[in-house]
């Protein structure tokens, strides 16, 4: 379990220095399918002793989760960006190198909070990996914040929300599944936007955007 969390928590930074955004894309299913795959192990562990219908709830739940975070939300974005011909390289606002520093900092903390949090047993065992989910969040905000390119920055968003995936099988099925939907609506919404702010400024970076709007 704690292998597919750092998994994820070194997907998440590898999106943050990628270049080409189909290829971070890429690293949003991935990432998904890790932090998704907890609660497959925690439904074979509850399996494993016997315990059935939560081992069922489990699975249930890494269905949904697989479902809208490997398949569907990629599937938007990706229709989102052969839309408005996206799919370009861009590099972070502040360069690889500085947003590389940033983001070895934030995890640094992170990791540290996590080791001392274990050592004086700080959290009930099911929130023993919450410092590494934030961890995976704050990376996730850092890239929504440096990016130029306003894909990546819903691409972060999903990130973002995909930090606490580990935590979402404590949610019951029905509303795990209205806040899924939800998600998606508001990718929906997103690409849109973006789809707009391509045709009204002939750019998906927000820098630019930005200027048209000064001028």
């Given at each position: 379990?704690?292998?597919?969390v ?8 590898a999106?943050?220095?990628m ?6 894309l890429?690293l ?14 925690r ?27 490997v ?18 390289v861009?590099?972070?606002i ?8 940033v983001?070895?900092g934030?995890?640094t903390i992170?990791l ?18 919450l ?19 306003s894909?990546?920055?819903l ?25 899924l939907i ?6 929906e ?10 045709k009204e ?15």
């Open positions: 379990m704690v292998l597919t750092f998994v994820g928590v070194i997907l998440t930074l999106a943050l220095v270049k080409d955004t189909k290829d971070t890429d949003l299913m991935f990432q998904a399918g890790a932090l998704g795959a907890v609660e497959l192990i439904g074979l562990d509850k399996l494993y002793i016997g315990v059935l219908s939560e081992a069922v709830v489990d699975f249930s739940s890494t269905f949904l989760l697989w479902t809208f975070g398949a569907l939300t990629p599937a938007i974005i990706s229709g989102g960006i052969s839309h408005v011909g996206g799919g370009r861009s590099e972070p502040i360069g690889i190198r500085k947003t590389l520093i983001a070895i934030i995890l992170h540290s909070i996590a080791a001392f949090s274990a050592h004086l047993r700080l959290l009930p065992e099911y929130l023993d990996m410092p590494l989910y934030f961890s995976i969040f704050s990376l996730s905000i850092l890239s929504m914040v440096v990016q130029r390119d894909i990546k920055v691409i972060g968003l999903n990130m973002a929300e995909n930090a606490f995936m580990p935590l979402m099988g404590e949610v019951p099925l029905i509303l795990l599944a209205l806040a939800s998600a998606e609506f508001v990718n919404i997103a690409v849109f936007i973006i789809a707009e702010g391509k400024f002939g750019s998906l970076e927000l820098p630019s955007w930005r200027e048209s709007i000064d001028h």
